[in-house]
Nanobody
Framework: QVQLLESGGGLVQPGESLTLNCSIS????????MGWYRQVPGKQREMVAG???????NYADSVKGRFIISRTNAKNTMYLQMNSLKPEDTAVYYC?????????WGQGTQVTVSS
């Protein structure tokens, strides 16, 4: 079992940057498919960025070239650097990871991009 806790959300203006953090504890040695997701009310949760089985970063087309996902070697912290933010990036952002039991989600952190 693992526990995930997001932080770093807030209100920013279009064009600005923001970095989200995910603190991970528990049986981190078994973690796979770590990534960031976001959800807007009335919409399905979508993957923003994640690590594939080989450790390669994958990005949604909507954020490719603007967002960067990273993690520590110990896999106890994961980051999402968000650059050139747009109003359509406004959402609740969740970090997530899969272990031997199943996929686990954090509580979410609100990101609002507005003038």
């Amino acid at each position: 079992q693992v526990q995930l806790l997001e932080s770093g959300g807030g209100l920013v203006q279009p064009g600005e940057s923001l970095t989200l953090n995910c603190s991970i504890s528990g049986n981190i040695a078994s973690l796979t498919l770590m990534g960031w997701y976001r959800q807007v009310p009335g919409k399905q949760r979508e993957m923003v960025a994640g690590f594939g089985s080989g450790g390669t970063a994958n990005y949604a087309d909507s954020v490719k070239g603007r967002f960067i996902i990273s993690r520590t070697n110990a896999k106890n912290t994961m980051y999402l650097q968000m650059n050139s933010l747009k109003p359509e990036d406004t959402a609740v952002y969740y970090c997530s990871a899969r272990d031997l039991v199943g996929r686990t989600w954090g509580q979410g952190t609100q990101v609002t991009v507005s003038s």
